[in-house]
């Protein structure tokens, strides 16, 4: 479409263009440069300047950086327990929500009958419950079969509260892998879950990787659901963070929770550089055609 | 497909649904109608470290065999929609009684907590969604127009408010706003205003929320409409250029219309997520200036008190809000569907 | 910090499992909730030592909310809930904690009466630890003033202008006034100590829409002109640091911080010194002091067998043994209501407000539901958008509608 475009409008975009990169990036950076200050530059109450040269850093540390909050997070406060943990709940999260929302996904894309259509709806809505009501809903059941605490409920939990939009997702994916492909194999005389194995799922990998970064993020970056499900000791590291933030009787660990911060947006930044090329030619696919 | 093989392939995802959302909204519903048992109190004597005192209990014995009678507790119908931290008809009636009309009823709205959290959640909702769809769609379109290299760059960048922690990029906003961070000094210079404080007042506040809202999800309306852009038929805009069509009419009448399924997919999507604001009013501690139903929900729930019935209520107002706020979009895609299949 | 805290706590926890492994063996599950600070860090690491059976523990900010439907199940998930004078109603309202006495009985020696939270005439809880709000102050920026530590409100807000007209400080005054819980309980404080009664007597009928309470409401508000303008948003760690920034000089804050106020890293010399604790003020002219005196205290789960009862009493006795008061970092941490605590330079505020017979945080059915109506109404008051009476009936009728709901009215 763009050829050759007019200086000005090129101008235009480009300038928009840094405008938005310093948005969206800004943040990242700042925190970053500032998780190797001590709290008191890092939130520079007293000057804003602090946060930049680290005044009272230096006067700490004897040099304007300082790898304090790092070490406090994960040696001492052992972060790394929570990074585990964040990492078991994820990858057992993406791999069930995918095998259980392909299959869903593909059976409301081919049948035609209407109650796959309101079944679709009531997806939709079961998205729009708060995921906060459903979690206090759990609590007393979870307890009395002494199921609360651990990784497994929670990983369920994701699964079924993530299933909705991946269903949907995957729903408008298969709608654009031609019908022709499974019918044609089941007239060759394969039941419609042979069909599903050997024509479309060599075929679905596109939309299914860009369903499962999704799944990714929201298992990642869920607060709701782990930070009141988990016991202590098996928290993931977004509920782990909240902590170090501290309550009404104790002292946060803030410059803990800062490094935390950004050790946690580390994998999100590889995971991103990664995939970008795979999200973007997921969704061109057709996962989204609404 | 067959309803016998449909039944297979569903069942996984249908269980995992039913027992984890669809069973706890009932359960929900139900707990909205009830509440816990009049408590039958009494006046004890209660020691400590640091003396004694009169004070109430609650007498367990009575209570406990009201409760064993009916563990429900007791029906209360609709009453819990219609008190004052929920629907509050009688506060209204009460004001539109006084004779100070639509200026009586509305200063009462303001200061009722479910209105109140309703009005932020709507002009959020509403201001928000609109505005990320339109800077999502900027973007997409400028990050197209780029050089191939430069491309990958803009999408890593672009994607990376999206992808971090509603909780914790709230918090890192927070933090850089706070009247002395690099943001907030900035900003006070910019309008040479030195008490300038974008956590005092409530209009700034909201402010705040909705530019958060924005940050958070452009690069979701982004990404998809980048990913519409790609399969743009370039037949029809070769078309419309051979006709003379100006850039900005080849984007009102080729791109635009081929993006609107997306439009209605992302529109469709915020809508949802943002009516269920939370985190950000959390992480920006904002409650004293701006609240929303989920932020509500939750301080029912939060800390010793735990108003079930009142969560459980506020609950399904949302859910009733969220469907109204979809009629339309739901009813256009019954008609696609249906005239898809028909 | 508490990092460092609970790692000086379980080096000492070793060191005193080596010397005294003294006798603690249970032949039962123990499973313990509570919240997460250094003094309960420590009662959990002394808890586990026990042997013969798990000791488990989930100390957590979160406790609140798990505590009552982890007691709820029979049998319970936890076998003790550690809990404070606010928090022991909702364990009491549920009905899931048991009757202490006849375990006191066996194995109860050595605690004394004062430990003991009698509810109509059964033990319910052992307090191991006080606490309160009292006065935290820069006497080096007092004393350049030329004023003594402020005894009331009154010259507290009188101390605050000379700072501010002398140009020292721009909010000398600190307060942890975030709508909500923070907010609600400042609130608490002033009314007590304008001799305001939260309930009109034997009734849950609320009873803030006073004099009392309005006078209450304007000293807060006078209070605010002093504090930084973002003040709705700031709870107790944000007030802190704005004291460690050098910030604030003069504020109401707990106890319980006293000890680790001024320990993080780069706090400059000038505020480590001229760190300064008194009790609790007064206000309007009373005796009482405004603040509220508060216990923490472990409890016993009542849906659980009776083994499991006596393993968790006998672990958590061991938790607070007296022994554990020689050595100073656990002494430091709290103050202690454990015989053979020797009260520090960190306990002065919490042991002069005991003395100036504060009153302590009602351990009523309903507190709870006014406290979170209070957090949620009182905002806009502060904010200048509605009266002190507007705020105050705001609060009254918030109340009644949670009250009705959970049928205390």
Same mark, same amino acid.
């Given at each position: 479409m763009i050829r050759k475009m007019p200086l000005g409008l090129r101008l235009i975009s480009s300038a928009f263009l840094i405008f938005w990169l310093i948005m969206a990036a800004f943040p990242f950076l700042w925190t970053f440069w500032g998780s190797f200050k001590v709290e008191l530059d890092f939130f520079?109450?007293?000057?804003?300047?602090n946060a930049l040269f680290g005044r009272n850093t230096v006067e700490t540390h004897?040099?304007?950086?300082?790898?304090a909050g790092y070490h406090g997070a994960w040696?001492?406060?052992?972060f790394w327990r929570p990074a585990i943990n964040t990492a078991i709940v994820c990858f057992f999260v993406v791999c069930i929500s995918l095998t259980i929302g392909t299959l869903g996904g593909y059976a409301l894309s081919r049948a035609k009958a209407r109650y796959s259509f309101l079944l679709l709806i009531l997806a939709l809505i079961f998205r729009a419950m708060p995921p906060i009501t459903l979690v206090s809903g759990y609590m007393l059941p979870f307890f009395e079969w002494n199921?609360?605490?651990?990784l497994p409920t929670t990983i369920v939990v994701l699964v079924a509260i993530n299933q909705p939009f991946t269903l949907w997702m995957l729903h408008s994916f298969f709608q654009n892998?031609?019908?022709e492909l499974d019918e044609s194999a089941k007239v060759d005389g394969c039941t419609q879950f042979q069909a599903f194995r050997h024509v479309i799922i060599p075929v679905m990998w596109p939309g299914v990787i860009t369903t499962a970064l999704f799944s990714f993020l929201l298992a990642y970056n869920d607060f709701a659901v782990t930070s009141v499900l988990l016991s202590e000791t098996n928290r993931t590291m977004v509920p782990e963070i909240a902590a170090f933030l501290?309550?009404?009787?104790t002292e946060g660990n803030i410059m803990f929770a800062v490094a935390a911060v950004v050790s946690a947006t580390v994998p999100l930044f590889i995971l991103v550089m990664l995939f970008q090329n795979r999200i973007v030619s997921g969704l061109t696919a057709g996962a989204v055609k609404g | 497909m067959k309803h016998r093989s449909f039944f297979w392939f569903f069942l996984p995802t249908g269980l995992a649904m039913l027992l984890f959302i669809a069973m706890p909204i009932v359960s929900v519903i139900i707990q909205s109608l009830y509440a816990p048992h009049e408590s039958v109190l009494i006046t004890v004597e209660n020691c400590g470290p640091f003396g004694c005192t009169e004070e109430t209990t609650i007498d367990q014995e009575a209570t406990r065999a009201l409760e064993e009678a /009916?563990?429900?507790?007791r029906f209360v119908g609709l009453d819990i929609y219609r008190d004052r931290g929920h629907l509050a008809f009688a506060e209204l009636r009460e004001a539109w009684q006084s004779g100070q009309g639509i200026r009586g009823v509305i200063d009462t709205l303001g200061n009722l907590p479910f209105y109140r959290a309703i009005t932020f959640t709507l002009v959020f909702t509403f201001t928000v969604t609109p505005s990320l769809i339109v800077l999502g769609l900027l973007i997409a379109l400028a990050v197209n127009s780029l050089h191939r290299h430069l491309k990958g760059l803009m999408i890593f960048f672009s994607l990376l408010p999206m992808i971090v922690t509603p909780l914790i990029g709230s918090l890192i906003l927070f933090w850089m706003i706070d009247s002395r961070g690099i943001l907030g000094t900035a900003l006070q210079s910019i309008f040479e205003?030195?008490?300038?404080?974008? /956590?005092?007042s409530s209009e700034l506040t909201w402010l705040v929320l909705i530019i958060y809202g924005i940050w958070h999800s452009a690069p979701f309306a982004f990404v998809v409409f980048y990913a519409g852009l790609q399969t743009l038929p370039s037949d029809q805009l070769e078309a419309a250029r051979i006709d003379g069509a100006t850039r900005w009419q080849q984007v009102r009448y080729v791109v635009i219309p081929h993006l609107m399924p997306l439009v209605t997919f992302v529109a469709l999507i915020q809508l949802m997520d943002n009516f269920r604001i939370f985190e950000p009013i959390v992480g920006f501690n904002a409650s004293a200036h701006a609240t929303s139903l989920s932020w509500i929900i939750f301080n029912d729930l939060a800390?010793?008190?735990?108003?079930l019935s009142a969560a459980a209520t506020t609950s399904v107002l949302t859910i009733i809000g969220v469907a109204i706020l979809l009629s339309p979009v739901l009813v256009r895609t019954w008609r696609e569907y249906r005239g898809s299949y028909r | 910090m508490k990092g460092i805290h609970s790692m000086i706590a379980s080096g000492v926890a070793l060191m005193l499992a080596a010397s005294a492994a003294s006798a603690c063996t249970i032949s039962a599950r123990v499973s313990i909730v509570g919240n997460e600070f250094p003094a309960i860090q420590t009662i959990g690491a002394q808890a586990k030592e026990c042997t013969g059976a798990e000791v488990s523990t989930n100390l957590t900010k979160d406790h609140q909310t798990i505590n009552v439907p982890g007691m709820?199940?029979?049998?319970?998930?936890?076998?003790s809930a550690i809990i404070a004078n606010s928090s022991i109603v909702a364990l009491m309202n549920e009905d899931v904690i048991r009757p202490l006495d006849d375990l006191i009985e066996k194995?109860?020696?050595?605690?004394?009466?004062?430990?003991l939270i009698t509810i109509d005439g059964k033990v319910m809880a052992v307090a191991f630890m006080a606490n309160a709000q009292h006065l935290v102050y820069r006497a080096d920026i007092l004393k350049k003033i030329g004023?003594?530590?402020?005894?009331?409100y009154e010259e507290m807000l009188a101390a605050a202008k000379m700072i501010r007209d002398q140009g020292i400080?721009?909010?000398p005054i600190g307060g942890?006034?975030?709508?909500?819980w923070g907010l609600a309980q400042e609130f608490n404080n002033m009314f007590l100590g304008h001799g305001?009664?939260?309930?009109?007597a034997g009734s849950a009928?609320?009873?803030?829409?006073t004099p009392e309470g309005i006078k209450t409401l304007e000293m807060m508000k006078s209070l605010s002109e002093y504090m930084n303008p973002d003040f709705l948003t700031h709870d107790n760690n944000e007030t802190n640091a704005e004291f460690r920034a050098g910030n604030v000089a003069i504020m109401n804050m707990w106890g319980s911080r006293a000890e680790t106020?001024?320990?993080?890293?780069?706090?400059?010399q000038e505020v480590i010194d001229g760190f300064a604790i008194r009790g609790p003020m007064t206000v309007d002219?009373?005796?009482?002091?405004?603040s509220t005196l508060w216990w923490d205290g472990w409890t016993v789960a009542k849906n659980i067998p009776d083994d499991e009862a006596e393993a968790t009493f006998i672990a958590l006795m061991h938790a607070i043994r007296?022994?554990?008061?020689?050595d100073d970092g656990i002494a430091r941490q709290a103050v202690w209501l454990i015989d053979g605590y020797k009260p520090t330079s960190a306990s002065a505020g919490v042991i002069e407000a005991a003395e100036m017979k504060t009153i302590p945080y009602p351990m009523i059915p309903y507190m709870g539901l006014l406290h979170t109506a209070l957090g949620n109404e009182l905002a806009d008051f502060l904010q200048g958008k509605e009266s002190a009476e507007q705020a105050l009936s705001d609060v009254e009728a918030a109340y009644r509608a949670a009250a009705k709901e959970k049928g205390f009215l």
């Open positions: 520079s109450l007293a000057d804003w300047t004897g040099r304007p950086f300082t790898g040696i001492a406060e052992g199921l609360w605490g651990i892998i031609p019908q501290g309550t009404t009787y | /009916k563990p429900l507790g205003n030195p008490d300038l404080s974008l /956590k005092a800390g010793e008190t735990r108003q | 709820q199940g029979n049998p319970a998930e936890y076998t194995h109860g020696q050595g605690l004394k009466p004062s430990q004023v003594e530590a402020p005894r009331t400080m721009e909010n942890a006034y975030k709508a909500g305001g009664r939260h309930f009109k009928h609320p009873n803030i829409n106020l001024v320990t993080a890293d780069g706090v400059s002219g009373g005796t009482t002091p405004a007296p022994e554990l008061m020689e």
